[in-house]
């Protein structure tokens, strides 16, 4: 590939591998990486003196006391595959399902690990949450997407080693594009869907599109290993037409429609579960979950397709594993304190899912829904506009607060967020307010919510922390709806989060 290595040429002894000069360990192989904003080659000197032993890169660089292995491919592309040797390969020894899809595919990688933890497979995960490693849970850190390359070979090597043969891996679109799961062999692969997201990163819908195509495309890329291949698609999504063309493997597809090989039948929603018949499968299948939403019947059908379809797993232990499953955290997640209305927290951030959550909502109450959210700094402007304009539409009230302002004007966040709420005749003081502090917004959704309403925060679902500026504030919802409850009820509570808009 025309790679040289420069300097001084030895044998180094490898202890790790690093991408991030400020972690350089000793013994590390620093990989200078060239980023948006970064260019990791920068920072070369600063990586050998902390300890690096020797340093990979795509740029000439200065004479080191250290061997340069400067590399003419793709450097994201190289990580993957060095962290892949250095671990020995430990996908290749275990069953990789892979879970993609802009909305709901948190919610699909929990229930297939579940469903396979009942059904007695050893089973691991790597969520955009945390990584589960038999009894042990390691946070993934704050705002993450897919673990970069060095830490998912590292967790799947723990799994193989632990005696795992399975792992749940959910897969984002920036894992895809900057390569850090190129090295991983998948075996099924599942996408909930894809819908406005991220268009900061990818540019357009088809480059996002594109993003997740890799992942089907990554099926035929290695051996079986005792397995059939299986993609399963969601015939219901734009998605559909294009992934179904790039897979080139088995696949099964699921829709709420008759046209799919999964569909569901006498689907019932409650404040308190979900239910729902599936027919397609070799032997009826009913389906009662504490998850509620119509949404989570196209998460609950993805997931059977990858475990009763693709892994056989037994229609006795999906039922089961369905019964059993937890809700998962800052999705659809009910706080009571004993009020009289419904307060929900979940992780709606896209205008699909904004969309979802609130018709979900409109579904568990006959009195009024209250729409608390935000939208991001340094993403999508249009997105910022879409989604408190689809909320407009069903939500009765709406309160556009702070989400994660990053470095950009909140004012500014604000002012395209009631763009958005105008554009579908929502009016300001009647129909939505802006309320720049979080934790007042949520203060003033509680105290307008009466007997039969529901009360929703949408936006940070399970995030520990908000970003202002470079700074990350440590923040809960469900911890503030949980302070506002308490003192509209004049009950014992947790104290209100303080943000940096906070009086």
Known sequence: MGDRVLNKPHDAEIGGIAWDSRKVKPGD????????????????RSAVAQGATAVVGTRAPAALDVPYVQIAWDDRQALAEFSAAFYDYPSQDMVVIGVTGTDGKTTTTNLVFHILQTAGIPVGMISTVNAVIGDEVLDTGFHVTTPEAPDIQHYLARMRDAGLTHVVLETTSHGLAQRRVAAVAYDLAAVTNVTHEHLDYHRTYQGYLEAKGRLFEALSKYPTKGIEKLAVLNKDDDSYAYLSRVSEVRQLSYSLADDADLRPSNIVVTPHDLQFDVHGLEGALHIQTPLIGLYNVHNSLAAIGLTVVGLGVSID?????????????GRMERIDLGQDFLAIVDFAHTPNAIKQSLLTARELTEGRVIAVFGSAGLRDVEKRKLMPETAAMIADEMFLTAEDPRTESLESILADMAEGAQRSGAVEGKDYWLEPDRGTAIRRAVG??????LVILCGKGHEQSMCFGHIEYPWDDRTALRAALADQLGVDGPEMPKLPTSA
């Open 29 to 44: 192989v620093f990989f200078a990486l060239v980023g948006e904003n970064y260019d990791g080659h920068q920072f070369i």
């Open 317 to 329: 232990a999906v039922q089961k594993a369905f019964r059993t499953v937890e809700i998962i955290p």
């Open 448 to 453: 307008r919510a009466k007997k039969g309403d």
